[in-house]
T-cell receptor
Framework: SQKIEQNSEALNIQEGKTATLTCNYT??????LQWYRQDPGRGPVFLLL?????KEKRKERLKVTFDTTLKQSLFHITASQPADSATYLC???????????FGTGTKLQVIP | DVKVTQSSRYLVKRTGEKVFLECVQD?????MFWYRQDPGLGLRLIYF???????EKGDIPEGYSVSREKKERFSLILESASTNQTSMYLC?????????????FGSGTQLSVL
């Protein structure tokens, strides 16, 4: 069955450093991969999408890489700030009328 | 901005009750989803729908059913609530366009079954 794994342990980093989160998947050939941010008590909010034929995508301080051979995506937040503290979820989809499947999420804590 | 509204923020029900969770989106999206979120398990897909009256089972449909009579409304039904259905329930609708796809989520319904 399809499996999406994110580091279940919380990630603590110092303010100003680059945070790197990992998303690995098995038994899946997604058309795209997405990253979402979720704050406590709120629904996830979309951040970025990267397609299967793209290697890297950037948006402001965010960078996502997608390696379909390794079946892995890396999500980077550069110059991290305490306001970046949240849980980050990766999600995979095949487009159209297909489902969107989420990983378990990684909790990021940026320490001032 | 897209708005996805879930009818209740908090809900407390008794075992065996029939429970309705309502979700409404205002952007004419075709695809809508119901997830539940539990600590350590992430978001798990219960059901999704790609059109009015159309539905597909997700990964954990047992004990649930859904209804989509109108495009903007997607309801999740717990036929006979059980304590293991205590969870945060999240509804989402999906935008599809040239820039790709993305889900818009409601604020969630925290359901407690006693």
């Amino acid at each position: 069955s399809q499996k999406i794994e994110q580091n279940s342990e919380a990630l603590n980093i110092q303010e100003g450093k680059t945070a790197t989160l990992t998303c690995n998947y098995t038994n899946y050939s997604p058309a795209y991969l997405q990253w979402y941010r979720q704050d406590p008590g709120r629904g996830p909010v979309f951040l970025l999408l990267i397609r299967e034929n793209e290697k890297e995508k950037r948006k402001e301080r965010l960078k996502v890489t997608f390696d379909t051979t390794l079946k892995q995506s890396l999500f980077h937040i550069t110059a991290s700030q305490p306001a970046d503290s949240a849980t980050y979820l990766c999600a995979l989809g095949s487009g159209g009328y297909q489902k969107v499947t989420f990983g378990t999420g990684t909790k990021l804590q940026v320490i001032p | 901005d897209v708005k996805v509204t879930q009818s209740s923020r908090y809900l407390v029900k008794r075992t065996g009750e029939k429970v309705f969770l309502e979700c409404v989106q205002d952007m004419d999206h075709e695809n809508m989803f119901w997830y539940r979120q539990d600590p350590g398990l992430g978001l798990r897909l219960i059901y999704f729908s790609y059109d009015v009256k159309m539905k597909e089972k997700g990964d954990i449909p047992e004990g649930y059913s859904v209804s989509r009579e109108k495009k903007e409304r997607f309801s999740l039904i717990l036929e006979s609530a059980s304590t293991n259905q205590t969870s945060m329930y999240l509804c989402a609708s999906k935008f599809s366009g040239g820039s790709g796809e993305k889900l818009f989520f409601g604020s969630g319904t925290q359901l407690s079954v006693l």
